[in-house]
């Protein structure tokens, strides 16, 4: 259910740690955390078990840079990232945010200004009618109608890598998921629980050779979900 909650708490943007999971993205890395450089939150890369040189870049610019030893997938980098925050730098929020270049940098502070005015749990939402291809569209209308009719709340662009939240909402919907279908199991775990959360919209940024969501990958979804709805 969309918050409604209006209330503010003092956040610092020393306590707002900024997770960006990272596999193989030497391509894009030095860019985005360049258009970063005078963000005031701090930035926290995981490297996925790239086997380029996404590590050794973020190194170089970045204050904090974890390391998977192997490629454990998505899901378990954000985890990586979300733990280390919370616990190691006694964050009280972390936002998420994709390492390719396809989140605007400059739209931390909207994300920030969120939390700051009591938003916990916060959803990053691109416009659909612009650049999107077909598919991708189709793909996620479809995971939200599949979850609003599973678990009786809508949430738009589950997808989308660009979402906030504080660490007791964290704790709500800790993920078991270490892939690509942690996004999908964070919505899962919001409806259950009714957690309310505030949405944003976010620019549609996409690049050539992003790779289009296929028929598989839908049906893959919904029997996820379907599993969920049993287990959860």
């Known amino acids: 259910m969309p918050s409604r909650k209006k209330s503010t708490f003092l956040l610092r943007p020393t306590d707002v740690a900024v997770i960006l999971p990272a596999y193989n993205e030497a ?31 973020a190194t170089q610019l ?6 998977h030893k192997i490629n454990l997938g998505k899901g378990a980098a954000m985890k990586t990232g979300a733990d280390f925050a919370f616990s190691e730098l006694h ?5 998420f945010m994709d390492s390719d270049d396809q989140h605007d940098p400059a739209e931390l502070f909207t994300f920030f200004d969120a939390l700051a005015k009591g938003h916990e749990l916060i959803f990053g939402v691109r416009n659909f009618a612009h ?14 109608v599949v979850v609003y009719g599973l678990f009786g709340t ?7 890598g660009y979402k906030a939240m504080t660490k007791k ?16 199991e964070i919505a899962v775990r919001t409806s259950r629980a009714r957690l309310p959360f505030h949405q944003i919209p976010i620019k549609t940024i996409y690049h050539q050779h992003d790779k289009g969501t296929t028929l598989v990958d839908v049906f ?8 969920w709805r049993i287990r959860l």
């Open 27 to 57: 391509r894009y890395i030095a860019k985005v955390l360049k258009k970063s450089k005078k963000i005031p939150f701090t930035f926290v890369v995981v490297d996925d078990g790239s086997n380029d040189a996404t590590y050794q870049i």
């Open 62 to 67: 970045a204050p904090y840079v974890l390391r």
């Open 169 to 184: 909402i964290y704790r709500k919907v800790q993920w078991q998921a270490s892939n690509y279908r942690v996004e999908l």
């Open 154 to 160: 809508y949430i738009p662009d589950i997808p989308s």
């Open 91 to 95: 964050a009280k929020a972390v936002i």
């Open 131 to 144: 650049t999107m291809p077909i598919i991708k569209v189709l793909a996620n209308r479809f995971a939200s």
């Open 220 to 227: 893959m979804m919904l029997f996820h979900v379907i599993l």
